[in-house]
């Protein structure tokens, strides 16, 4: 599977929203935060769930595939890059193709902005910035093997069913250990609803 | 006494096992240890500057990035044994009021309310405010004028501040605002064990095998100790939660008891007294360790869970399913906070659960043992030295001759001069109100949002001659003052606080002060030497000051003569007692099975629930309860001025079940005997059906504490925000936010105005579900 990558377990999720404010403080793009914070089953209880960039891998970047301008680069690393500045005309059509809902435009800037999984950080051997500080490690930044020594049977998804699309994301998820892991559909590690399998 | 006598030798001290690194923390670089060269930011000249986050009683570790001009900017994790690079969102956004447009940056002055204040120079602010001193303390005596300091200061200023009360203004009347924190705790831990802090340190989290969180929203207040709890449930911890909300860490507890406010020692005497009934007591330990077992047991006794269940609203199957865990559990650990301690029997509730440990022999073993979690950075480290009106410095009584002797000779003035007891920080402000304190100097802290009943406050307040206050913002008690003193930030000093664990740890200076701005310490020491006692107050910086602390708490409980700033530098902090400069610190107590009492035992003490101060009638049927939000620290002064904090929590809302028939979002009157206020419905299953829940952080119209009663524990006159009578009303309109009070000439910070005119609360603040999506 994958290397050092984010794993994103919403178990944990307090939904204390430090992630999203160190994400402000990561300086490939310095005061505004690429991560969505969802609640899941408002009302009823008080679970929440990060988004972070999922890095697809297979079909390759959704984002990156529908870009005109050629402007969303992918290293060899698998990391989808955010727009590169000098490309970027701010059409927003990587932000209708991706099935996660990720890129941000900056509509007075027109251009666009997405996780890169802090490129700048993670060059360098630090781990982005959300899954340093996420003080429940339900964002965690190390390799399937670091995960599992630490939560002994963790399952985790990294693939995912839109209709009839599958992704394979670079990004991880963890799923409850009893459920059947993969595919998940929607990006949200549900395999059954009401008691029918809704994987297919 | 010599300061080298090591007091506390007679104790085996094992350092932890530093393998015990939360979950999820091993492999994480720190950016700290990469060289300069090769990390892109520092090609600009950045510096990060080591220190720890200015807030809560974690101290989570971080750097402060410094530019080439020596100015901070930014924040980096640091790979600290506490939070091992984790930050909560107030952690990462502090730095941004070091250099905040809002920093006060010269005294302001005006001669009475009805003027406007003006900048003024230091001399005239100093000498204003010392002929008011003089001239209250002329004519009303000393104890007209009074001091209250701030558990957010470092041990060094909390230590001057009690001296400079007692030795430069002669006044008995000195407290602090840690007495609305965790006092009721420190009480239950000195009677029950003759020292005052936690017995086992975070670490011990991870190694126990049941968990018991009492009164704290745990995910939203110190965010960053969950990492060790789920670091235990990894282990296979169960996790027991008493709270009457379903907050972020009840949603994953084996056992969420969501209990009516005010009935927690109702609930653990009759969790003993299934512990006892089944036979489930470590009979040897109770023998061998505590005495006063047969009055507790006796009193346990009155309580089966059917009568519980009753008092406490939850089903009495509950209450045996907690107690066959906790003490069946091979390790298990209790936590507590403000939610059990914030009461008119806070003392009580914090004696049920050290009752619960004691009786089921979980104490002092790794993994086995109890805490309480400090809201405030230095609520454990801000009560040590002699801030609080009736402790001396080591924590020494001021009622005990021997101790009054001894500091008197520390401090070389006669044992006459030095004045008795004061009173609590809620006791005087009612003296105020009476007129028997006339002049108040307040030192970072802010009554007017955080103190209970807000009319008594304003009316006490307003009736002092003289008023002053040391802030870096314009609190709301600040712009009732005559003269505000423009202070350091944490960032622009050095010194020392004590967390949770009681771990000292030390603050780093980062960057200059900006002109015009000076130390508290400098400020005290200034205000001393005109005010005639110049000698006593010699202090250049915290280090001196600190070098005067060790030796004044030498051969106390509380003994801090072998911490220097050099070693804690080098060891990331020492946990006290620690008595000699090669004693490694005491990260877990009663190892030994010895308390700090002369017998060496626990001392059980007997505990009688009783109905919270504020009867329910008929007009007033349900509970209100107060706390804090994530993004917010306690009075809002600092947070609510700082953008990203603003967005994540604009305003507060009142939090009802939706059996009440309103809408999310919609305006509801909360009606106490003190007054209403009307705020944004958040309706949520996640409380239960009788009870409302507003967070604290706001000032008036939009305060919780507007609402609350003004009474207070008998014992350790902590006021009970956590229970009051209330009824909930349909409204009009909702009430507006006001913004933080700025200084003249400094106009509204843009960033932090955005929000706060929207009426709706945050869709779902924190993880805190809405039952409808706006
Ligand atoms: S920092 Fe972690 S716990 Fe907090 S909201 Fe983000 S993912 Fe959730
Ligand atoms: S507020 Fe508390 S938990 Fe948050 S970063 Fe500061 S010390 Fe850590």
Partial sequence: MMGRTIFIDPGRCIGCQACVSACRECDSHRGKSMIHLDYTDEGQSVASLPTVCMHCEDPVAPCAEVCPADAILITADGVVQQADTTRCIGCANCVNACPFGVPKIDLQAKLQMKCNLCYDRTAYGLAPMCATVCPTGALFYGTIEELRAERPGVQVADTFVFGETEVRTGVAMVVPAEKVQWPVPGGLPVVEINGKDVRR | ?774
């Fill in chain 2, 1 to 774: 006494m010599t300061a080298d006598t090591p007091a506390a030798d007679r104790r085996t001290v094992i350092p932890l096992d530093p393998s015990l690194a939360p979950p999820g923390t091993r492999g994480f670089r720190d950016a700290g240890g990469i060289p300069a060269d090769q990390w892109h930011a520092d090609q600009n000249g950045e510096t990060l500057v080591p220190t720890h986050c200015c807030f809560c009683g974690v101290q989570c570790g971080m750097y402060l990035r410094v530019d080439r001009g020596g100015k901070v900017f930014g924040v980096e994790p640091r790979n600290h044994d506490i939070n091992r690079m984790r930050l909560c969102p107030k952690g990462i956004n502090a730095y941004q009021q070091v250099n905040h447009p809002d920093r006060l940056t010269a005294p302001l002055m005006r001669r009475s309310r009805d003027e406007d204040f003006q900048e003024v120079s230091w001399d005239e602010a100093l000498d204003f405010t010392v002929s008011e001193i003089k001239r209250i303390q002329l004519a009303h005596g000393n104890d007209a004028f009074g001091l209250l300091g701030g558990a957010s200061l470092f041990s060094e200023k909390t230590y001057l501040v009690g001296k400079f009360a007692r030795v430069a203004l002669k006044s008995r009347h000195v407290d602090y605002n840690g007495r609305l924190c965790m006092v009721s705790a420190a009480g239950a831990n000195k009677l029950a064990f003759g020292i005052d802090r936690a017995g086992n340190p975070f670490s011990d989290i991870l190694l126990t095998d049941c968990l018991l969180i009492a009164g704290s929203n745990l995910g939203e207040c110190f965010p960053v100790m969950t990492q060790y709890v789920w670091g235990a449930r990894d282990r296979g911890a169960s996790l027991i939660v008493v709270d009457p909300r379903e907050t972020a860490i009840a949603r994953t507890a084996d056992i969420h008891v969501a209990l009516k406010p005010g009935t927690d020692s109702a609930f653990f005497n009759s969790v003993l007294h299934v512990v006892v009934e089944e036979g489930l007591t470590d009979t040897a330990y109770l023998a061998a360790h505590t005495t006063g077992w047969d009055e507790v047991r006796a009193k346990a006794a009155e309580y089966p869970p059917a009568r519980a269940a009753e008092i406490c609203g939850i089903p009495a199957e509950q209450i045996v399913q907690v107690a066959r865990t906790f003490a069946r559990a091979p390790k298990a650990m209790a936590w507590h906070a403000r939610g059990i301690e914030h009461h008119s029997q806070g003392v009580e509730n914090c004696l049920s659960v050290i009752n619960l440990c004691a009786a089921t022999g979980h104490i002092g073993k790794p993994g086995a043992g109890y805490g309480t979690i400090t809201g405030q950075g230095n609520g454990q480290g801000g009560r040590e030295h002699g801030q609080k009106s009736d402790l001396l410095p080591g924590g020494r009584s001021i009622m005990n001759e021997e101790h009054r002797r001894q500091i008197c000779e520390i401090w070389g003035i006669e044992e006459a001069e030095l004045p008795p007891a004061g009173t609590s920080m809620m006791e005087m402000v009612w003296q105020m109100q009476r007129r028997e304190i006339r002049g108040l100097i307040g030192i970072c802290n802010n009554p007017f949002v955080s103190l209970p009943n807000y009319q008594v406050v304003k009316e006490g307040y307003d009736a002092t001659e003289f008023h002053a206050q040391f802030d870096f913002f314009l609190s709301e008690t600040a712009a009732n003052a005559h003269v505000v003193f423009p202070v350091t930030t944490w960032a622009e000093d050095e010194g020392v606080m004590a967390n949770a664990e009681a771990r000292v740890v030390k603050h780093n200076k980062a960057q200059d002060p900006p002109p015009g701005v000076r130390t508290d310490t400098w400020v005290m020491c200034e205000l001393a030497r005109r005010l005639g006692a110049g000698d006593k107050f010699a202090f250049a910086d915290s280090r001196e000051v600190f070098d005067e602390l060790r030796i004044a708490s030498a051969g106390t409980v509380n003994d801090y003569y072998g911490i220097t700033y050099e070693r804690l530098e080098e060891t990331g902090g020492i946990v006290w007692p620690c008595p000699s400069t090669d004693h490694p610190g005491t990260p877990r107590l009663f190892e030994d099975g010895k308390t700090y009492h002369p017998d060496g035992k626990i001392h059980m003490q007997a505990v009688e629930w009783h109905v919270p101060m504020d009867p329910y009638d008929d007009e007033h049927p349900m509970s209100l309860t107060t706390g804090r939000t994530v993004a917010h620290f306690l009075s809002g002064n600092q947070t609510r001025r700082l953008g990203a904090l603003v967005e994540q929590t604009p305003r507060p809302w009142a939090e009802i079940h939706p059996s009440h028939g309103f809408r999310n979002g919609e305006p509801v009157r909360v009606v106490t005997r003190r007054g209403s206020e009307v705020f944004p419905a958040l309706v949520t299953e996640a409380i239960r059906p009788d009870t409302v829940f507003i967070p604290y952080h706001w000032p008036v119209p939009t305060a919780a504490n507007a609402l609350t009663i003004d009474a207070l524990d008998p014992r350790s006159k902590i006021p009970e925000y956590k229970v009051c009578a209330c009824r909930i009303e349909h409204a009009a309109a909702i009430d507006e936010v006001p913004a933080p009070p700025v200084a003249p000439g400094h106009v509204a910070y843009p960033e932090t105005q955005v929000s706060r005119t929207d009426p709706l609360p945050p869709t779902a603040p924190q993880g805190r579900g809405t039952s409808e999506r706006s």
